[in-house]
């Protein structure tokens, strides 16, 4: 917690003769993270793949082939795990057959889908000619005759004459677009051609070589593309049908072949010998005396040491967190995986971003409809990324709904009989606020944005102190207090410095008093920010004191939890007054619009709410709480091995 799991450095070491067994044992553990061995060294090689290792791979591309054509995906509902003795026969003869019959069922497809082009290419040409007086042969087909057709705007039958008077014109209009037929001798093809081209509104048609009236080919057309869309529908049926019939079979497949792939490509990570291999590697501290004695109890001459030393620059990172916070993992190594030393903030997310996202947010009927959101992706998707973003807004509904209590807001209409306007406004309650503590509730957003805003710079000043504390533990630990000092004790000093000056200032500042420049707070944060901005300078350069005004615009930052909250807030409360006061009070055929307004404004609205909150809040934590200690650039722990879900030994 807080900082990512223990691990050791270990090195197995075995007779030849053993490896195999050693690579079944280390992949059942699904303990080891290997680290590959690179570079040969005298009396040392890179191991070679077991003999099956390129018919797996072969087995296993294959497969991914098959699964990208019928689209298959992560299984649900898997009743009994298939045994892997039992499916490890049958891949070569039914991936086979798989592989046939899907191959069989595109190639198919890609005929008539071909088929079908040819056949709408065809249509589209004929569809204009139904308005002409002609059949289809009288198009084609001749050796003296030229016949032209095509799309024109302008009368062109005057140039036509005007170069020849044996000729025949035939017009007709679809669509509101004059088309036309031009029969003339062959000699005097290129002319016309050319008369037809210089029109800059004229398109030529085409014809197809076949015969028969326009409309009837037509028809015979519609049948055939009836004919081939059914085909096609009969075989996409058919690939659904052998996506769900072959469903469990390529799931379980496919970790197998994974699986055997991995164990059969394992000996090109180890160092061997003519008769020994090694294999270094990291594992979990908590694990390692099961470790070694599964690893030199399964299979003879093999032997697992630790390295007590070893240097930790490298070691994997797996973190170690509660269930409940295990989510926000994903927030922190989306931005980086935290170094072996570092402090791992994923904890202090599960705190501080529902936190910020239930201020921004901040109403009952939204964190409801939030909640309900989360729990219906949960209950669909059940592992990945998305689960855990789902475990995140439900954490985060919660919040908002609390502070929807504090803020005595539902949809943006309130909870409790509020003051307006020397007035009081009924809420769904009917009841005024109760006191808790010192506070009386509701807190109205708007009327409260003094203490609200204030309240968002204390949030700011506490979030970015306790990112320069870890900071000075995080530099302390890896290049010593001294370092620390200058690196982040220092912004700390002119952080706090700087708050005692501005308070104690701040009379002045608003009101023209007198400032006391012999206040004690006034005195001492003057002293604690130029000490602050000594070791700064001292540390960093005097560059760095160009950076001071970035931890005023930090503070200032947090700003934003408020703006957001306001504007949340503003658009349900213009969605129900333009609702209430304007359409439901006109009655009639206006509630219903105004039934619409609501639910199409408060959608918009939560759809807001939910991406607003997420990005600044994630924003607050990556640029103003990250920047302050974490640096990230840690290799994740990926031990050798597999979970299985689909199979079993």
């Known amino acids: 917690m807080l900082k990512p799991e223990r691990m050791t450095r270990v090195v197995v070491v075995g007779t030849n003769d053993a490896l195999d067994q050693t690579i079944e044992n280390l992949h059942k553990l699904n303990l080891f993270h290997i680290i590959d061995y690179g570079e040969e060294e005298a009396g040392f090689k890179i191991g070679k793949p077991r003999s099956m290792a390129s018919k797996f791979s072969e087995y296993l591309v294959t497969l991914r082939s098959i699964e990208n054509q019928l689209g298959s995906g992560e299984g649900s509902g898997f009743d009994k795990k298939i045994s892997a003795k039992e499916l490890s026969p049958q891949i070569e003869s039914t991936l086979s057959e798989l592989e046939e019959e899907v191959l069989k069922q595109h190639d198919l497809m890609r005929k008539i889908e071909t088929e079908l082009k040819q056949k709408q290419d065809i249509e ?104 081939l869309t059914e085909e096609l529908t009969n075989a996409e049926s058919e690939l659904i049908r052998l996506k769900q019939e072959y469903a ?124 309900i959101l989360s729990w219906m992706i949960m209950s669909k998707v059940k592992s990945g990324g998305l689960h855990e973003l789902a475990i995140i807004l439900s954490y985060s509904a919660l919040s908002t709904i609390f502070f929807g209590i504090i803020f005595g807001e539902v949809f943006g209409f309130p909870l409790f009989n509020i003051m307006h306007h020397g007035m009081v406004e009924g809420g769904i309650l009917g009841i005024a606020g109760p006191n808790i503590w010192v506070l009386q509730l509701p807190i109205h957003r708007f009327a409260e944005v003094k203490p609200l805003l204030a309240m968002t ?106 703006a957001i909250g306001l504007s949340s807030a503003g658009i349900a409360l213009a969605v129900n007054t333009i609702c209430r006061d304007v359409l439901f009070a006109q009655g009639g055929v206006f509630i219903v619009v105004g039934i619409l307004v609501l639910i199409f404004g408060h959608t918009i609205n939560l759809l807001l709410g939910i991406i607003g909150p997420g990005l600044h809040s994630l924003r607050l934590q990556y640029v103003e709480f990250f920047t302050k200690f974490y640096e990230g650039g840690g290799t994740k722990y990926d031990p050798f091995g597999f979970i299985r879900k689909y199979t079993e030994e």
């Not at 004459?161 to 025949?168: D, H, I, L, V």
């Not at 109890?297 to 990172?317: C, F, H, M, Q, T």
Request: with cysteine; aromatic share 10%; hydrophobic share 45%.
């Open 124 to 227: 589209d040409t004929i569809k204009p000619l139904v308005s002409l007086p002609l059949s289809l042969e009288d198009y084609t087909g001749y050796q003296s005759i030229k016949v032209f057709v095509g799309f024109i705007d302008s009368n062109i039958e005057d140039a036509i004459r005007a170069e020849t008077s044996q000729y025949e014109l035939y017009t007709g209009s679809i669509e509101g677009k004059k088309i036309i037929a031009v029969a003339v001798v062959k000699e005097k093809e290129v002319e016309i051609n050319k008369i037809l081209q210089n029109d800059s509104s004229y398109t030529e048609i085409r014809p197809p070589e076949l015969t028969g009236n326009p409309q009837a080919a037509l028809g015979e057309i519609a049948a055939a593309k009836a004919k």
């Open 457 to 562: 710079f204390v949030i700011g000043i506490l979030h970015i102190t306790l990112g320069l504390i870890l900071g000075i533990r995080n530099v302390s630990v890896e290049h010593g207090f001294k370092h620390a000092v200058t690196e982040k004790l220092c912004w700390l000093m002119i952080l706090f410095g700087g708050i005692m000056a501005i308070v104690t200032a701040m009379p002045a500042i608003l009101w023209g008093d007198i400032l006391n420049t012999q206040d004690p707070i006034f005195i001492s944060g003057i002293v604690l920010g130029i000490i602050g901005i000594i070791l700064l300078v001292k540390g960093e350069g005097a560059i760095a004191i160009m950076e001071i005004p970035t931890l005023l615009s930090n503070i200032f930052s947090y700003a934003r939890i408020l």
């Open 248 to 371: 469990e079979f390529m799931l379980a497949s496919e970790e197998y072949l994974t699986i055997e792939t991995q164990k059969s490509e394992a000996p090109l990570r180890f160092a061997t010998t003519d008769h020994a291999f090694v294999v270094d590697g990291w594992v979990p501290l908590n694990k390692y005396d099961d470790f070694e004695k599964t690893i030199e109890g399964g299979a003879g001459n093999v032997y697992a040491s630790r390295l007590e030393d070893e240097e930790v620059k490298d070691v994997p990172i797996s973190l170690d967190n509660p269930k409940a916070a295990k989510p926000f993992e994903l927030l922190v190594e989306t931005f980086a995986t935290p170094k072996y030393k570092e402090i791992d903030p994923s904890l202090i997310l599960f705190i501080t971003f529902p936190l910020f996202y239930g201020i921004m947010l901040g109403d009952i009927g939204y964190g409801v409809l939030l909640g």
